[in-house]
């Protein structure tokens, strides 16, 4: 992953020329008085409800810190509305324009960490908190040389999104309303089958194109037992899934199109079309996290009619991909800045402190969601255990307070004790994902493709990249 930071610096060295007469933390006044801040935001056209929220927490953090903390310099808050993007990261971090704290996908940590571009924050991170009650799966992946360099914020999960109504139509709906769980993929192929049959509609869909087809297919295979690569004693990769496993799991995905038809008829489809489908009720069953039940609603379907499972199991294991984001303190952040930083999270209810105006600000959180007609119930994933006093408040509000949809309908995917995570693979995900898509499409689009020959030319392509990484 270094190595890719690497070569994306050389690419853009010209526009890190032109920015580095601008380095520092983000845009900089120069006055000494106050303590300079860049916080993320969003525009008023991208999010007008968003944008008014920051605008108020911005605001009255100033006041705040001025009233809290006296004999300190006073903060000036500046909105930042940088999204983070590969291309242009590499370039950004050493120009020295990005903001003071920012968000990065969890993928991008490893990266970031071995290049340098973020602050060491372990002091902050035992001081407010953030280390109690914190899930040891996602600690492991913050921390370099005994240092923590991120902070997880947003974690999500994922399971299956189902339509309700193409379960009771097929029979897969318990009196009580809870959607029935396929214990095993074998089961959910059948599930599917039998959806078709009963309904006329795709039992299950899954992307295919944009690399989104490798992405969804790799937890299938850790599911059926697939290690993607290894770290060998040198410290360098290599490609291990040219294996059984591997083929087992594409043969699965085949089946699902050729033995069961229970795909949709196009089966070249990126994960917005899907959502789509999914949302006009063309479809019984979809990857899908809770963060993503706006979509649905917004494509027309009824929040009522939206159930979620989990994953079911493999042959070998009970695994699903976790994602999300973590905070990255820009590398040449002052303490000061980072301690403003810390002290705002708090302020806005995202730290670790629980009192009454941390609870408020939590509720009008999930109050301006229930606004939008979004459905509450589903639990987003937590960086932290179920005993944790913060995450059992949150569980409460989802599940108790603000829960507008029959708990039945989502129950089965709440509860995550009987799952394992995995993030995505450690290096070179993204082009796993493209040799991946290939077999995708193939298995999807051919009814004589060769999952086992399709697997090894995967491996194969996908070796030459790591030793492409390896050597770089």
Not at 25 to 39: A, L, N, P, R, Y
Not at 209 to 230: C, D, H, L, S, Y
Not at 250 to 265: F, S
Request: net charge negative; proline share 4%.
């Amino acid at each position: 992953m270094k190595n890719i930071f690497k070569k994306t610096i050389l690419c853009v060295l010209s526009a890190v020329m032109l920015a580095s007469s601008l380095a520092g933390c983000g845009t900089k006044t120069g006055d000494d008085s106050v303590v300079e801040v860049e916080f993320y935001s969003t525009t008023k056209e991208a999010d007008e409800a968003s944008y008014n929220i920051y605008t108020k927490y911005f605001t009255e953090f100033e006041e705040y810190y001025k009233t809290a903390f006296p004999d300190e310099k006073p903060v000036k808050v500046t909105p930042n509305y940088y999204g983070y993007n590969p291309s242009d990261y590499a370039a950004m971090a050493v120009g020295g324009q990005l903001a003071t704290f920012y968000h990065v996908p969890l993928t991008e940590a490893k990266g970031i960490m071995e290049a340098g571009y973020a602050k060491d924050i372990t002091p902050w991170m035992e001081k407010y908190g953030y280390l109690e009650g914190m899930d040891e799966k996602i600690r492991k992946n913050i921390e370099k040389d005994g240092k923590i360099y991120m902070l997880p914020f947003n974690v999500y999960s994922v399971g299956i999104a189902v339509n309700l109504e193409l379960f009771e139509q097929a029979g897969y709906i318990e009196a009580d309303g809870t959607p029935h769980q396929p214990a095993t993929f074998d089961e959910l192929a059948q599930m599917a089958a039998t959806i078709r049959e009963k309904t006329g509609k795709a039992g299950f869909a899954t992307p295919t194109i944009n690399n989104q087809g490798g992405w969804r297919f790799t937890p299938v295979a850790w599911n059926f037992g697939v290690e993607f690569m290894k770290q060998d004693a040198d410290g360098k990769w290599q490609a291990t899934f040219n294996s059984p496993e591997a083929v087992n799991a594409l043969q699965w995905l085949k089946d699902l199109k050729w033995k069961h038809n229970a795909l949709p008829e196009n089966v070249l489809l990126d994960g917005g079309k899907i959502d789509s489908s999914f949302g006009a009720g063309e479809v019984a069953m979809v990857y899908a996290a809770p963060d993503g039940i706006a979509t649905y609603i917004s494509a027309g379907m009824n929040k009522d009619n939206i159930g979620f499972i989990q994953l079911p199991a493999g042959p070998e294991r009970h695994v699903t991909l976790i994602g999300g984001a973590y905070y990255v303190f820009n590398e040449n952040a002052t303490d000061e800045q980072v301690e403003a930083a810390f002290r705002y999270l708090d302020f806005i209810g995202e730290g670790r402190v629980l009192n009454d105006e941390t609870k408020e600000k939590m509720r009008e959180g999930l109050q301006a969601k229930a606004d939008k007609g979004e459905l509450i119930g589903a639990l987003p994933a937590s960086p932290y255990t179920d005993n944790d006093p913060k995450r059992a408040y949150e569980i409460k509000l989802y599940t108790e307070d603000f829960l507008n949809v029959d708990v039945n309908h989502v129950k089965l995917y709440n509860d995550q004790s009987n799952i394992e995570w995995q993030q995505e693979e450690p290096v070179e995900a993204q082009a796993l994902y493209a040799v991946l898509d290939n077999a995708v499409q193939a298995v999807l689009t051919d009814e004589n493709a060769d999952c086992a020959k399709l697997i090894e030319e995967a491996y194969l392509n996908f070796q030459g990249t790591l030793d492409l990484a390896n050597n770089g």
